[in-house]
């Protein structure tokens, strides 16, 4: 077993597979992570000739707790330009559940114990 996959029982696995880990803060109560996209072009736009140009705004999305601390995913996404029109491209994540600041598998275990 790899670290990568042993990363992957403790995040959700689009942030191993897709972003990489570029800092952390620990306290004894919270665990801040910060994570940006790495420089891979989404495949959607194989095509295409594209550029990265930077991130986009940083989200926080709260997590499963770790070890009884809450944890925070601090993530940045990039934006790509498309060299042959100046279009600017982003990946369509769907990083947050709905009506939450929470991953969508966090809601989902939430809202399963709830019942």
């Known amino acids: 077993m790899t670290s990568i996959d042993l ?9 191993v597979d897709h972003f990489e880990v570029v800092s952390a803060n620990d306290t004894e ?8 996209e790495k ?6 736009f194989d095509t295409l000739e594209l550029v990265s140009k930077g991130f986009q705004d940083e989200i926080t999305i709260q997590d499963f707790p770790l070890r009884g601390k809450l944890v925070y995913l601090h993530i940045k996404r990039r934006r ?3 060299k042959s029109n100046g279009e600017i491209i982003k990946r369509d994540w ?9 991953t969508e598998e966090f809601a989902a275990f939430l809202k399963e114990i709830n019942r």
């Open 7 to 15: 990363l992957k029982f403790m995040l959700p696995d689009f942030l």
């Open 94 to 102: 769907t990083l947050v559940a709905k009506g939450t600041r929470m």
């Open 80 to 82: 790509w330009t498309n």
């Open 39 to 44: 420089i891979k072009p989404p495949k959607e």
């Open 29 to 36: 109560e919270i665990l801040h992570l910060y994570f940006e």
